[in-house]
């Protein structure tokens, strides 16, 4: 009950957002969190809550929150990725950034991912395209309006794909006048499927395979 939990902190008067973590077993003692701080890693932690945040000098900070898939990117795996947009919106003022994160839950992961992405205006024709390649371990950031030169409309939406490895994909608005970042993340096409995993999967690794093949305007 997290009302009860909340209450037992003193927290009832300030607390508007409760994150709920996954942990390890071990450090659940009945039905009461063991207080002792988690300092080494662990083989049961199936999946990790991060939160990544950008900031601008001197004004806002943007931030979201996501859980890295089980078992990303690691080793001896062949991972693969297909990924579809919020919209992005275009505008003077505002610098739309794409960032794709290329990490994994080994440590000796050392596979740079080779990425597709194509660009569609409102009406789903395809307005452009980019390559690039995310080094393992590292991210990299494109701006969407050093892409699209030129768009008859200021909403955007893009698709993306790599099956080379699996990315975080993330979103950045900076709003220059005022200093303020707006972050998201999208989503992958599993959360929307209702299947077991091996056809999702088969399904995706079709798709993107099929997009990375043909990725061109």
Known sequence: NLDDEIAKQGW?????LCVVHRIPTQYLSGDRLNDTPVTQTHKDFSMYRTVVQYAVDGG???SVIYETPPNLN??????????????????????????FLNYSVSSDYTQA???????????GTCIGNHSLTVPAMDFSCIRVSDILSFVTSPFVSFTV????SALIPLSVVVHRPTGGV??????????????DWLTINSIKLQAAKSFFERCSC
């Open 12 to 16: 009832s008067d300030t607390a508007t």
């Open 60 to 62: 806002g900070m943007g």
């Open 74 to 99: 690691m080793t001896g795996k062949k991972p693969h990725f297909l990924s579809f947009s919020n919209k992005i919106y275009l505008h003077p003022e505002n610098d739309s950034l794409l960032t």
């Open 113 to 123: 991912a080779d990425v597709k992405i194509e660009f569609r205006d409102e009406a």
């Open 161 to 164: 794909a790599s099956v080379t």
């Open 182 to 195: 707006s972050v998201e993340h999208s989503h992958p096409p599993q959360e929307y499927m209702m299947s």
